[in-house]
């Protein structure tokens, strides 16, 4: 299971973290990712983080501005929200990627149920 | 970027009768190690996305066998055998071959 937290309304320029704590499988096994979907609209994924942290992937409407990490101690993963804008507005899903034989797996896999940004003065 | 482009965008369908959709993805999508990283993701209203089939073709245990994937390189389908009421959602395709991962627009699924 993945359980998302860290949501809430904030104004436009502010900051906020975002956590998602696993819980019934390795989560050191997995890579991870954080996807969001505004209200009304289409899935966007933002960004990518390997099992070891080594690799990580930002999309262009985030890169800069959003930082994923990960606690595998704490089976936690992480994002950072900085200089919000309006149109970061959306529920924010943290989903896994399920290690197979092949080179990214299962894509993912296992989604959690979401965390509700709303970026507003 | 890889853009994903599905058709139809709104499928009204009769219980009981099957329902196509489709993907094609602006390059191809297979990667070097000769997979091709594309998925099909079912999100019903109120629900987080549920992952149905990956690389094309791969049924998710407890998916259904309803549901199939088929297709390659740019083209892909997503295939409803016989529609039951609780399949209406949107349904989206995905490929995780390149980075940025991008998803299409969806496809509303609905009964008529």
């Known amino acids: 299971e993945l359980v998302e937290s860290g949501g809430r309304s904030v104004q436009p320029g502010g900051s906020l973290r975002l956590s998602c704590v696993a819980s019934?499988?390795?989560?050191?096994?997995?890579?991870l990712n954080w996807v969001r979907q505004a209200p009304g609209k289409g899935l966007e994924w933002i960004s990518y983080?390997?099992?070891?942290?080594?690799?990580?992937h930002y999309s262009e409407s985030v890169k800069g501005r959003f930082t994923i990490s990960r606690d595998n101690a704490k089976n936690s993963l992480y994002l950072q929200m900085s200089s919000l804008r309006a149109e970061d507005t959306a529920v924010y899903f943290c989903?896994?990627?399920?290690?197979?034989?092949?080179?990214?797996?299962?894509?993912?896999?296992?989604w959690g149920q979401g965390t509700l940004v709303a970026v507003s003065s | 970027e890889i853009v994903l482009t599905q058709t139809p965008l709104s499928s009204p369908v009769t219980l009981g009768q099957a329902a196509s959709i489709s993907c094609r993805s602006s390059?191809?999508?297979?990667?070097?190690?000769?997979?091709?990283?594309l998925s099909w993701l079912q999100q019903r209203p109120g629900q987080p996305p549920r992952l149905l089939i990956y690389?094309?073709?791969n049924r998710l245990s407890g998916v259904p066998d309803r549901f199939s994937g088929s297709g390659a390189g740019t083209e892909f389908t997503l295939t409803i055998s016989r529609v039951e009421a609780e399949d209406v959602g949107v349904y989206y395709c995905?490929?995780?071959?390149?980075?940025?991962?991008?998803f299409g627009p969806g496809t509303k699924v609905e009964i008529k």
């Open positions: 989903a896994r990627d399920r290690p197979s034989f092949t080179t990214f797996g299962v894509v993912l896999d296992l």
């Open positions: 019934g499988f390795t989560f050191a096994s997995h890579n």
């Open positions: 983080i390997s099992t070891t942290s080594y690799t990580i």
């Open positions: 390059q191809s999508l297979v990667y070097s190690d000769g997979k091709t990283y």
């Open positions: 690389e094309i073709s």
């Open positions: 995905m490929q995780a071959t390149q980075f940025p991962r991008t």
